[in-house]
């Protein structure tokens, strides 16, 4: 009795182990631990994160064949479970020399080498979002030195990727396309929908080169992925808790952030939730004292009033405050099927559409309100990922998805009682097949896929009296009938690495876009048509190679091709774009196509620096832009009760735009370095006149001081100059967003900020982060912008991590 006591004894001491096997991930040099390095198996169907301490339960691994360890820090390690237990289970990473990401999924859907790929990619990881603390998602994108940011107002933020913008760029999240069918031509701020805090990393493909995207790419793509489900390694339940909470003094800003994950071995859920609060924002005080905000519109006992702003810095009418929540459900049905379904929701409450707000007609101030109503965007999908070789791919994932979306216009001239309010709503259905075959040489590789996307928009009006309630119709931005939007696309891509040293990738895809739009009543514009039928198709595609001449020294080419068919918002809109002007649809557009080079070359100069830098050549043809136009035979109209000269978008000729992009990163001492980035664009339409959305010479430069437990980042961020004869003329027609040269013409001043940001860990779960912002207090409006930006702003926020 008592030897079989025994025999159960050290059966039950021994179980854990038998069941559990922990690793111990370090850094190489220190021996301290290493957080959130993602272990996965060879063909990524299992994969998960070391914890705070380093450790992680690989339990599920012993029967790979090779175990890899990626850390965006850190050179990637695959070794084999019997060399992992040489080691006693101890693995030790080696820092890079440079920080350069070594894999990137944007280009083809897959994750491959970025150093097989001949487009240019910045990826933006979850280091450096947490060191830079942006408060939107158009903040950070700002971060990458690759694309510069347009505010309209403060609840905004509109992309603009080499000379192109709003609907010429595509904006994809967790693989769902977020362009719809109402994406204007004008600045956007979609793109703050989302939760910065949510993000896990971006990618951005600069140009019209990769087949995996079709229409609206023409700019370039900015690839989001938020933070996934992760499952536990072992039989213990896997349950981590990240909290923020931020506060900036130049807005009131005020944050906070929570995501749970809870995870076994084959199910997995992650909640997250985030809420922020934006005051008015203020300007810096020296420079420019034209964009001082010396007055604003109160509304008091039924009377629009002009008040004296007592502190003309003060943006008053700025802020908004936002709401989001994700959840996603991760389950591994069999070894290689896993599941996830997701759930996004942003509510941006009402946001004062600011340079409307600063207006002027005839000496006073033009707007009692214009606001946009709360911007609400949901989406729901289902995504099912298959791996297992067969005869037609290694790997399947199939993603459905449905997107609800709301946004709504209020605007009331000063002294009237009758306000002006359009709603939209957006209902967009998608579904991507995407598959991926490698081939036995496993040099080379096959990607191809499908696309769809259908959506269904509605448009509505009416005028409200502020007093009485009573509503009266009015005309829409769209037309008021069944709206309909069809994108079918097909496409291939192959890459083979031909040698150590030469990669070529190549690729196609079918594009066929489909618009039909209805007027059911025409009584408010009479316009001469009833509908709106738009049909193309259009074959895209690239070419391109990456040449290793040598270890340190890489030359990448790539030819491509563009495509963006008119959507509704191109064919079909009506609106005042600037005081006098009125857009009218215009039902001939036809699409417009884009011819892309890049060449770049990448090299290292030992362990000291790392450069890069790519040239590009765009050329469109048939470029819709906005010009003068003829409604009914008549040049100009009534609109809102004001003659305002007549524009539509048009099929004009050709435009071209070029420039460059540099990267530096230069490693002073072991815990100093040196990063910048720059760059230069021009562009311009056949006649020579400038285009609207080519942003001037912009970039940053930053000194970075880092240890394990605490980093310093002096940056500064720099803009060029837009001259008046630089500029295009639909920005000529809003002088009140400019200051004005000596010639009394609007123009846009450079301007430089100096910042300062903290971060300190404590215990290794426990991060606290400060900063300042502007430093020196400049005020400066960038390009474009309406609102101006902000003055030195102190930021503090704290992380945690359990």
Request: with cysteine.
């Amino acid at each position: 009795m008592k030897y079989q006591l025994l025999i159960i004894l050290r059966f039950l001491f021994f179980l854990p182990a038998a069941i559990s096997q922990t690793v111990t991930i370090v850094d190489i040099e220190d021996l301290r631990p290493v957080a959130d390095v993602v272990i996965l198996n060879d063909d990524r169907t299992k994969y998960f994160y070391s914890g705070r301490n380093g450790k992680a339960d690989i339990s599920e691994f012993r029967n790979e064949k090779t175990i890899c360890f990626q850390h965006f820090s850190y050179e990637r390690l695959c070794i084999d479970y019997e060399q992992l237990t040489r080691a006693g289970f101890e693995v030790r990473l080696t820092k890079k020399v440079f920080a350069i990401e070594e894999f990137v999924v944007s280009a083809n859907r897959w994750e491959q080498s970025r150093f097989e790929v001949p487009n240019r990619v910045r990826s933006v990881q979850l280091p450096e979002i947490k060191m830079l603390n942006p408060q939107t998602a158009a903040d950070l994108i700002g971060m990458s030195d690759e694309v510069f940011i347009q505010k309209s107002q403060l609840g905004g933020g509109s992309p603009m990727i080499r000379g192109f913008a709003t609907n010429r760029v595509l904006i994809v999240v967790d693989g769902v396309r977020l362009n719809n069918a109402i994406y204007r031509e004008g600045n956007i701020q979609n793109i703050i929908s989302l939760d910065p805090s949510s993000i896990n990393s971006t990618e951005i493909i600069l140009g019209p080169g990769a087949v995996v995207y079709g229409s609206d790419a023409i700019g370039g793509v900015m690839d989001f992925h938020t933070r996934e489900p992760l499952f536990s390694g072992g039989e213990k339940l896997f349950l981590k808790v990240n909290g923020m909470s931020r506060f900036s003094s130049a807005n009131r800003e005020k944050s906070v952030h929570l995501d749970i994950n809870a995870g076994s071995k084959n199910v997995a859920f992650l909640s997250s939730v985030s809420w922020s609060d934006f005051g008015d924002l203020r300007m810096g005080s020296h420079k420019n004292p034209d964009y001082l905000r010396t007055e604003y519109v109160k509304h008091i006992n039924g009377t629009d009033s002009v008040i004296p702003n007592p502190d003309p810095r003060v943006q008053v009418h700025s802020g908004y405050s936002q709401l989001y929540t994700m959840n996603k459900l991760k389950i591994r049905l069999t070894p290689f099927f896993i599941l996830t379904a997701a759930n996004h929701y942003s509510r941006i409450s009402d946001v004062p559409r600011y340079d409307r707000l600063i207006q002027y007609r005839s000496g006073n101030l033009r707007y009692g309100d214009w606001y946009y109503g709360p911007q609400i965007w949901m989406m729901n999908y289902l995504q099912l990922k298959f791996s297992r070789k067969n005869v037609f791919f290694n790997e399947a994932s199939l993603l459905t998805a449905r997107q609800d979306y709301r946004e709504s216009r209020h605007n009331r001239l000063f002294g009237s009682n009758m306000m002006d309010e359009q709603n939209e709503k957006v209902k967009i259905y998608s579904l991507n097949l995407d598959l991926e075959k490698k081939f036995r040489s496993t040099t080379e590789l096959l990607y191809y896929g499908v696309e769809l996307a259908f959506n269904d928009i509605k448009s509505t009006a009416h005028t409200r009296d502020i007093f009485t309630g009573v509503i009266m119709p009015s005309g829409t931005r769209y037309p008021d009938g069944d709206n309909k939007y069809l994108s079918t696309s097909l496409y291939a891509g192959y890459k083979n690495n031909i040698s150590e040293r030469l990669t070529l990738n190549t690729g196609l895809r079918y594009n066929h876009v489909k618009l039909s739009s209805e007027i059911e009543d025409n009584s408010f514009y009479n316009f001469p048509f009833t509908s709106i039928k738009i049909s193309n198709g259009a074959i895209t595609g690239s070419a391109g190679m990456v040449f290793r001449i040598k270890k340190d020294l890489h030359v990448s080419f790539n030819a491509s091709t563009g495509f963006r068919a008119p959507n509704l918002d191109d064919a079909g809109k009506v609106f005042d774009s600037a005081p006098g002007i009125v857009v009218v649809p215009n039902p001939d557009l036809k699409p417009e196509y884009a011819w892309n080079i890049d060449l770049g070359i990448t090299k290292e100069f030992g362990a000291i620096l790392h450069t890069e830098v790519t040239f590009f050549h765009t050329w469109l043809n048939d470029v819709m832009v906005r010009n003068d136009f003829l409604f009914n035979g008549k040049d100009s109209v009534v609109y809102k009760g004001e003659l305002s000269k007549v524009e539509a978008l048009t099929n004009s000729g050709s435009a071209k735009v070029y420039g460059m992009n540099l990267t530096i990163q230069l490693n002073i001492l072991k815990n100093l370095n040196l990063r910048s980035g720059l760059n230069f664009t021009e562009g311009y339409e056949e006649n020579g006149d400038p285009l609207r959305h080519v942003a001037p010479f912009f970039g940053s430069t930053h000194i970075v001081f880092k240890t394990p437990e605490f980093e310093a980042d002096l940056y500064s961020v720099y803009n060029g100059p837009k001259k008046y004869d630089k500029m295009a003329t639909s920005e000529i027609e809003k002088p009140y967003l400019y200051a004005a040269d000596e010639n009394n013409n609007p123009w846009s001043p450079g301007w430089y900020t100096l910042n300062l940001k903290l971060s300190y860990s404590f215990i290794n779960r426990i991060r606290i982060m400060g900063g300042v912002e502007n430093i020196l207090d400049h005020r400066y409006r960038p390009y474009s912008s309406g609102i101006v930006s902000a003055g030195r702003n102190f930021v503090i926020s704290l992380n945690a991590d359990f």
